[in-house]
């Protein structure tokens, strides 16, 4: 395997994986035992009003929640394009010594 097939499959794995992190949906547990959804890392699935009838502290904590997801995928995902660039723009010549 050349080093820029490597690349491609390495930057492709970020960037599946931070795409991952960033869509899979978020839930704290509330005291009594239920679960109170925070939708994902964007945002989308995430209901206020329901998060705020259980307690208006969840709806920052749903917020906290997000935001941290976002602060893992977004380098992961950036990581992961760097390299499907980087292998697209490097020179054929140079990876096949």
Known sequence: MSLRTFAVVVG??????????LLVELAVEAPSGALVPCGNGLGFGFDEPAA???????????????????????????????MLIGSLVASRDATRR
């Open 52 to 82: 705020a009838a259980v307690g208006t502290a969840y709806v920052d904590i749903c917020a906290d929640l997000r935001q941290r997801r976002l602060l893992w995928a977004l380098p992961v995902i950036g990581v992961g394009l760097l």
């Open 12 to 21: 492709l794995a970020f960037l599946l994986g931070g795409s991952a992190i």
